[in-house]
């Protein structure tokens, strides 16, 4: 049972079945689909609402520990040197979508549209982790290469989240997010008297910090990312990213430990909530951002992958411009958090369909990129 509920995890089908559920519900009977997910049912709160900023919480939770474990000493993101080129990659994966999204923009899109360049920025790690997993082998340096950069990618689409897409139709009061300081600093108080549980930082710290992003109409969905940094953790990491230690039982390991299936399996909620448009909803914001995910992305990756090398900063060993251009490719799969950010980039029913349509057609990176990886004889590592 066990290893056929990994084999679930893995392969992202609560997510998948999610969306799938949500686009033939959409098209079948859009009236009913819309009035579930929209609908207060418990306590005022509707099932859109209890997914995005609720549940969600907790998935970017999870993002903060991986990123959190990454900057550790020993982490893959540490020391800095080793981690340049999966960065500056990262950056190409940033930029790269957003001059696509603008520059098509000034010539398919409009002003409207202009809200949406933050959409391509961030990958669906989950996702790529497994397609990169099947093209290349578990164990080829790629993989880890392209973990790194979509976890640094999706730690800067955090931020443009928060920095750039406040709630369109309530003006941001900062004076709240003395809320959010106050969650921080009870955080640290906790990590100073050494408390070993996760509960108190989770329930008081990121209360008060979801409360504060709430009032200060900001996402609130991300109030554990400024938490999980004072969960305690060893002084040193010991395992790569996506791997888990069984000796660490650090408060910051047994949260993700605890909390990583409920986030997989709950991820089919998101993609109910979420991916739910009509087939008629492809317009003009679908074709910007899966081309900004697909060309952006590949190519932004691509460039700055050997600007990095070109000032001294080596690629993976077995990684050359095949095996880089493939991860670029990969990288473009941005459903998850392309979905999300979509979500709040666009106020309008058939603006916000269209770009989430463009998302979910990312989706289809998957199988050209395994297809367009058995084509050029991409070398696996088991």
Partial sequence: ?????????????????????ALLWANLNPAGYHSFIEQPFFGGMSFHFVVNELFMVLFFGIAAVEITQSCLPGGDLNPLRKAVNPLLATLGGVVGPVLVYLGLNAIIGGPEL?????????TDIALAWLVARLIFGAGHPAVSFLLLLAVADDAIGLAIIAVFYPDPNHPTEPIWLFLTVAGMVVA?????LKSRSYWPYVVVGGGLAWTGLFKAHLHPALALVFIIPFLPHP?????????????????????????????????????????????????????????SLVIGKTLGIFTMGYVGRALGF???QQVGAKELAMTGLVAGIGLTVALFVAGVAFVEPDIQGSAKMGALLSGGVSIVAIMLGRALNVRRIP
Avoid: Q
């Fill in 235 to 291: 002084s040193r990491e010991t395992a790569h990213l996506f791997e888990a230690d069984p000796r660490d039982t650090s408060t910051l390991a047994r949260f993700e430990h605890d909390w990583k299936i409920v986030v997989d399996f709950g991820l089919f909620m998101f993609g109910l909530a979420n991916a739910g448009v009509g087939f008629s909803s492809v317009g003009a914001a679908t074709w910007l951002v899966l081309a």
């Fill in 314 to 316: 080596p690629l993976p």
């Fill in 114 to 122: 202009t809200r949406g360049w933050g959409i391509p920025t961030a």
């Fill in 1 to 21: 049972m066990r290893k056929r509920i990994n084999l679930l995890r893995e392969f992202s089908v609560p997510l998948i079945a999610g969306v799938v559920v």
């Fill in 188 to 192: 640290y108080i906790l990590r100073s």
